[in-house]
């Protein structure tokens, strides 16, 4: 009997403290995923909208994120965060419950890849959720971010664990902690600056090439959301409208940052694009191509607006790579870089690619240069 008590004790004590580690790192995460977004050319609203969309389907995806899928999105993320902690410290706790909080550490980078990567590469698109929009619509690497946040609370497990801790590992638990408390001490205050137009400038090497692609960008996102907004309204495919909805707020989320970026950087105002530039933009469609799907018999409006959004989607991967090539400020070839896979990612959508189609997809779309053919089902 003393034995299985003396048993019971540590096991249920590692269980606990694996749980408040989880509450713990699940809200760190959530945090910095919200006060980073921006800053690396990401809306969080429609981040979170789109991972509602795993447990919610369809009916998560609005024009305009609503509060209550930012909500579901939230907890999602936080309970699968949640999970994973409970995993690390409570399924493996044989193996991990004794590791000192340096060791957590280093931990953190390798859990975070092989996490991030089982979640986007099997257990959203394939079993058990079956979703294909989280891996089409968001590459590996920001997920792997997500992830990172998360595992770098780990190191603080061994205090909520044991009663005292050695000086030394204390010690080292209480600096890793100051560092993380100050990284988002500093993500807060740099969103409150921006919001001021107050924001790190422009780094880059030639403003030129970042400054074409801002407007070019800008102007094609415009028509993008024009031509979804017709979806929205006409589509004859429940799905179809969806995925209409969520062109309709990326497509306006990213517009907006640009256009934030290039009032916080330059000087100067930021020029409409002229007809002359519109007509050499890839993807960018004619009057006459707007006209034929805004006429197009409610019979054939679905083909008609899938075929001209995977032109203009195209077209927009084109231009996301020339700036992976040539562009220079980090922060743009992040966002060209997520772009890219979005745009292609949602022809697979479109074309109702899903299950290890939808995986071989997403890796393609997130690893090559160049946009990838998609096989159409219409």
Known sequence: MVSATATAGPRNSRWLAAAVLGLLSSSYSTLISQLSAERMGRDAAVDWMSVASIPARDWALSSEPSSTAIAIGIAFH?????????FFFG??????????PGSLALLAVPWAAATSSLEWFVLVPLLPFWQPIFTLQQPLWIGFLVHLSSALIYPLYPWLHENGLAVNHRRFVTTWMAALAAILLGLACANVLAHRDLELGWIGKNPAIDQTFIRHMSSHHQQGIALATLAVDRASDAHLRSLAKLMVASQAGEQRILENWWRRWFSMTMEICSSAETAAMPGYLTSQQIDGVRSAQPRDFDAVFIEAMTAHHLGAATMADDELRHGSDPRLRAMAHAIRHAQQGEIALMNKVSGAGAVTMATRNMLEVGPTPVPFSR
Request: cysteine-free; charged content about 20%.
């Open 78 to 86: 936080q309970w699968a965060d949640f999970s994973w902690a409970l």
């Open 91 to 100: 399924v493996l706790g044989r193996w991990t419950h004794e590791m000192r």
